[in-house]
């Protein structure tokens, strides 16, 4: 399974921006998708995820601000990140999981199969 995000970019605060995250592959097995994002010198940290049934669950620091959703027919997942702030400056990676157990995926070693990052910078 190969993960490609795109979509990144520079913004000012406030602005939006829709991240883009294509599976290849053998993708079939797929159940859940989900962003995580990593800042300078932090750890990475689960942003949001989807199950095939379209389960969600958010970071409380995105929660009201960010989206996530998928197109199951072209094996995409989506993150609308709406009002954006400077600590969310962050190379963001997308991340696919054979398990549904979505409660499980604020570890990232959950997931199966990543993609390289696309960098989100957000200025004040």
């Known amino acids: 399974v190969r993960l490609v995000e795109s979509g990144g970019g520079s913004v000012r605060a406030g602005g939006s921006l829709r991240l883009s995250c294509a599976a290849s592959?053998?993708?079939?097995?797929?159940?859940?998708m989900a962003w995580y994002r990593q800042g300078p010198g932090s750890q990475r940290d689960l942003v949001a995820s989807?199950?095939?049934?379209?389960?969600?669950n958010y970071a409380e620091s995105v929660e009201g601000r960010f989206s996530i959703s998928r197109d199951n027919a072209k094996n995409t997942a989506y993150l609308r990140m709406d009002s954006l702030k400077p600590e969310d400056t962050a190379v963001y990676y997308c991340?696919?999981?054979?398990?549904?157990?979505?409660?499980?995926?604020?570890?990232?070693?959950?997931?199966?199969?990543w993609g390289k990052g696309t960098l989100v910078t957000v200025s004040s």
């Open positions: 592959g053998t993708t079939v097995n797929i159940q859940a």
């Open positions: 991340a696919a999981s054979l398990s549904r157990n979505i409660y499980s995926f604020v570890r990232p070693d959950a997931m199966n199969y």
């Open positions: 989807i199950t095939l049934g379209g389960m969600t």
